[in-house]
């Protein structure tokens, strides 16, 4: 049983190093990719033509120094919401405004740190 499953076990995992030795562009190709086949599915002609235009344009510009540079600024962005939302929750806490105001400028603070992180984790 162990013969059996071996070859397929050395096949998979040599199958995802080669996904993870892939380039940010022909991932993001990839991705578009996959996006058309779902708009396909759910005969979302207007999408498809929109996805096929950035596969289009992916395909004639993309360079993985583009994408971590487009990246990093939304990453900067993101960090400099964040910034702006604790100096907001920060003066609403000073000025002593009742809790509902500071809550929801805790909420608002919270979700920009979500959005950081997200932004963080996507590859490109």
């Known amino acids: 049983m162990i013969r059996q499953l071996l070859p397929g076990l050395v096949c998979l995992l040599f199958s995802g190093s080669l996904l993870a030795a892939e ?3 022909k991932q993001k190709e ?3 990719q996959h996006e058309i ?3 396909r599915k759910h005969d979302n002609q207007r999408r498809v033509n929109g996805l096929e235009r950035a596969l289009t344009e992916v395909r ?3 360079t993985d120094q583009k994408l ?3 990246q990093l600024e939304r990453i900067n962005t993101q960090k400099e919401k964040v910034g702006e939302r604790e100096h907001e ?4 806490r000073d ?3 009742d809790q509902e105001k500071i809550e929801k400028r805790q ?4 979700e920009a740190r979500r959005e950081l992180k997200k932004t963080q984790a996507e590859p490109y």
């Open 107 to 110: 909420q608002k603070l919270d």
């Open 37 to 39: 086949d779902v708009a």
């Open 95 to 97: 000025k002593g405004h």
């Open 60 to 62: 004639a510009s993309c």
């Open 68 to 70: 971590k540079a487009a």
């Open 30 to 32: 990839n991705d578009i």
């Open 89 to 92: 929750l920060k003066q609403e």
């Open 23 to 25: 380039p940010l562009c």
